[in-house]
């Protein structure tokens, strides 16, 4: 699979562009504030109906302008397959494939599998526990359907849970019969979300580990930990011992909702002893081995995008970075960078054909 086509319209700064691209490496160079980013954000959004870096869909329309529009061209195996994704102030995002318009955009999650590297991943080490809950559950629904509609109705039980813990406290009145309904269902949901989170790190943890010694040389030992209520205790057993606890907050304070990742290196939180490096390379190795479980398990391989992976990596992780990419076990590549000449040196070794965009 490759993205052959590219059109972009009032998508955030970029006013009307197009781009034919290589089916294996393409790089976009040139100064911060020009685009390079919005490129690559705009793959992301055809893969994924979203922004990887703003979530609000309005704020992706460009400034003074009604509606933003990204079309995309894939060779798919033997077919080809367009993409369109737009939206119009006042209307709900349109997402459509081969002219016909998706219901629901978690249909299409999974069906065009992609992997971004990108400095704002940087907040999976720094933000919150749903930050990294996001990563989790990103990485198995492209390949899972059932968790990810598993997850979308947990998330929807867990809200009617929490409103209806606000509607006893607010009426000082408590009903356990009509609680134990929604409970239920949490527990059915929460127990398959938990098992399938389990299996996945079992499976992905090695592949990371694999990844990180590659990239720093096997200099540093790091770890990656699924952490979860769950692991002690049912979330059946979890929601009753935690009942007065959640009237008292009015909100449900247990669940697979609370789940984390915790990333180490030498057993310390990389978040605290690691450098920028090491972390950097961290972040790397987990969205490198993200890309492997992906193609082995969903038999496509992904499109990666690199944004600006080459800042703050010394020259020997540059050039580990470069020998994974350079197998055949790698599809189509996109590249930004702020220096043309070190990024044309960089692809060059790959000894694969590669086409510079000079964005002005």
């Given at each position: 699979m490759h993205l052959q086509k590219l059109s972009l319209v009032n998508f955030k700064n970029i006013e009307s562009q197009s781009f034919d691209f290589q089916s294996k490496i393409n790089c976009f160079v040139g100064d911060n504030g020009i685009g390079k980013t919005t490129v690559l954000d705009a793959i992301y959004y055809l893969s994924f109906a979203k922004s990887y870096f703003n979530p609000i869909a309005l704020q992706n329309i460009r400034h003074?302008?009604?509606?933003?529009?990204?079309?995309?061209?894939?060779a798919l195996q033997d077919r080809e397959e367009k993409i369109l994704c737009s939206m119009k102030r006042g209307q709900k995002k349109i997402l459509k494939r081969n002219d016909k318009v998706y219901e629901?955009?978690?249909?299409?999650?999974?069906?065009?599998?992609?992997v971004i590297i990108s400095p704002a991943d940087s907040d999976l080490i720094v933000e919150g526990s749903d930050t990294r809950r996001k990563f989790i559950d990103g990485v198995i629904s492209q390949q899972d359907k059932n968790?990810?509609?598993?997850?979308?109705?947990?998330?929807?039980?867990?809200s009617q849970r929490n409103a209806?813990?606000?509607?006893?406290?607010a009426n000082r009145t408590f009903d356990a019969l009509n609680l134990k309904i929604y409970d239920e269902q949490l527990i059915r949901y929460g127990r398959e979300i938990y098992e399938k989170r389990v299996a996945f790190l079992r499976d992905f943890t090695p592949i990371f580990n694999e990844k990180y010694k590659l990239i720093s040389q096997q200099k540093e030992q790091v770890q990656l930990k699924y952490v979860s209520q769950l692991h002690e205790q049912s979330l059946e057993g979890l929601l009753a011992s935690s009942l007065e606890r959640d009237?008292?907050?009015?909100?449900?304070?247990?669940g697979i909702h609370k789940d984390d990742l915790s990333f180490e290196i030498e057993g310390y939180p990389i978040k605290k002893f690691g450098s920028q490096g090491q972390q950097?390379?961290?972040?790397?190795?987990?969205?490198?081995?993200?890309?492997?479980?992906i193609k082995k398990l969903g038999h496509i391989t992904p499109i990666l995008l690199l944004?600006?992976?080459?800042?703050?990596?010394?020259?020997?992780?540059?050039?580990q970075i470069v020998n994974l990419v350079n197998g055949d076990e790698?599809?189509?590549?996109?590249?930004?960078?702020?220096?043309?000449?070190?990024?044309e040196a960089v692809v060059k070794k790959t000894q694969q054909a590669y086409e510079i965009f000079k964005l002005n």
């Open positions: 003074g302008e009604d509606f933003f529009m990204i079309e995309g061209t894939y629901k955009f978690s249909e299409h999650i999974g069906q065009l599998p992609l968790y990810l509609q598993n997850l979308i109705q947990y998330n929807k039980v867990l209806l813990l606000k509607y006893f406290a009237r008292s907050l009015q909100y449900t304070s247990v950097k390379s961290y972040l790397i190795a987990l969205k490198l081995a993200q890309f492997e479980f944004d600006d992976i080459f800042d703050k990596l010394d020259e020997h992780r540059v050039i790698f599809g189509q590549l996109f590249i930004t960078d702020t220096h043309a000449d070190r990024t």
